[in-house]
């Protein structure tokens, strides 16, 4: 079951799912960005995940795409958060301690920062990380 309240981060692979209406997720992503845009949840994530979503579409010249991200990450109400010297630090540690790649950990730090009450994500390697209220997309849609 997704979140219905408080502040829930996600990593990059949400709002790929979500602007490119993924068949597996997106309805299931659905509900969480109504209650979203209705303003019973936050929704935060690194300003990280700008680079992250940008890659393909830029490479691929799609200006369209890139400006549907740019509208969900920048024009909306998602709190992006800046990487602090806290943040990296942190990250480092997590890296240090799991087999998460430095994106991952830069993700897994700023959500512990932040103390958001889930972590979305559909990388089950998140949860090696101690302390991160993680929930796996597939194992919902499994459930």
Same mark, same amino acid.
């Given at each position: 079951?997704?979140?219905?309240?408080?502040?829930?981060?996600?990593?990059?692979?949400?709002?790929?799912?979500?602007?490119?209406?993924?068949?597996?997720?997106?309805?299931?992503?659905?509900?969480?960005?109504?209650?979203?845009?209705?303003?019973?949840?936050?929704?935060?994530?690194?300003?990280?995940?700008?680079?992250?979503?940008?890659?393909?579409?830029? +490479? %691929?010249?799609?200006?369209?795409? /890139?400006?549907?991200?740019? &509208?969900? #990450?920048? @024009?909306?109400?998602?709190?992006?958060?800046?990487?602090?010297?806290?943040?990296?630090?942190?990250?480092?540690?997590?890296?240090?301690?799991?087999?998460?790649?430095?994106?991952?950990?830069?993700?897994?730090?700023?959500?512990?920062?932040?103390?958001?009450?889930?972590?979305?994500?559909?990388?089950?390697?998140? +949860? %090696?990380?101690?302390?991160?209220? /993680?929930?796996?997309?597939? &194992?919902? #849609?499994? @459930?």
């Amino acid at each position: 079951m997704l979140p219905t309240s408080g502040s829930i981060y996600i990593d990059t692979s949400v709002a790929i799912y979500t602007i490119e209406g993924n068949p597996d997720y997106y309805s299931l992503l659905k509900p969480l960005w109504f209650k979203f845009y209705a303003g019973e949840i936050q929704i935060i994530s690194s300003e990280l995940i700008l680079m992250e979503v940008l890659v393909v579409p830029l +490479r %691929n010249g799609n200006k369209s795409l /890139v400006a549907d991200y740019e &509208e969900l #990450l920048l @024009s909306s109400q998602v709190q992006l958060i800046p990487m602090s010297q806290l943040i990296l630090r942190q990250a480092a540690n997590i890296r240090a301690t799991s087999n998460l790649k430095t994106p991952d950990a830069i993700h897994a730090a700023t959500a512990l920062s932040v103390n958001s009450n889930q972590f979305i994500t559909n990388d089950k390697g998140f +949860r %090696n990380v101690p302390g991160l209220p /993680v929930i796996t997309l597939s &194992e919902v #849609l499994a @459930s």
